[in-house]
Nanobody
Framework: QVQLVESGGGLVQPGGSLRLSCAAS????????MSWYRQAPGKERELVAT????????PYADSVKGRFTISRDNAKNTTYLQMNSLKPEDTAVYYC???????WGQGTVVTVSL
């Protein structure tokens, strides 16, 4: 069965950085486009970044453009989200998923605050 395990979240000050990881299992990871999403308190889940099976990157959400970078390692069945210059409005639960969507993981919480 499809399993996605996100990690790497935490509490960080504004301007700081975090690197999120998403370990995938239960499907042929290298054949799927992968995406990162986030859901802030009281808001709908939004798409942040997407990377295709061969490493092509779709345009980032405007809110993270120039600050976040998505990548993947097919040998490790893992996708990453490098987040720099973090802002309080980046506070959210971050999820990864494949395209087409599989089961959602538990997400990893990112809190940007002094």
């Amino acid at each position: 069965q499809v399993q996605l395990v996100e990690s790497g979240g935490g509490l960080v000050q504004p301007g700081g950085s975090l690197r999120l990881s998403c370990a995938a299992s239960g499907f042929t990871f290298s054949m799927y486009t992968m995406s990162w999403y986030r859901q802030a308190p009281g808001k709908e889940r939004e798409l942040v970044a997407t990377i295709t099976s061969n490493g092509a990157i779709a345009p980032y959400a405007d809110s993270v453009k120039g600050r976040f970078t998505i990548s993947r390692d097919n040998a490790k069945n893992t996708t990453y989200l490098q987040m720099n210059s973090l802002k309080p409005e980046d506070t959210a639960v971050y999820y990864c998923n494949r395209r087409p969507l599989g089961a959602w993981g538990q997400g990893t919480v990112v809190t940007v605050s002094l």
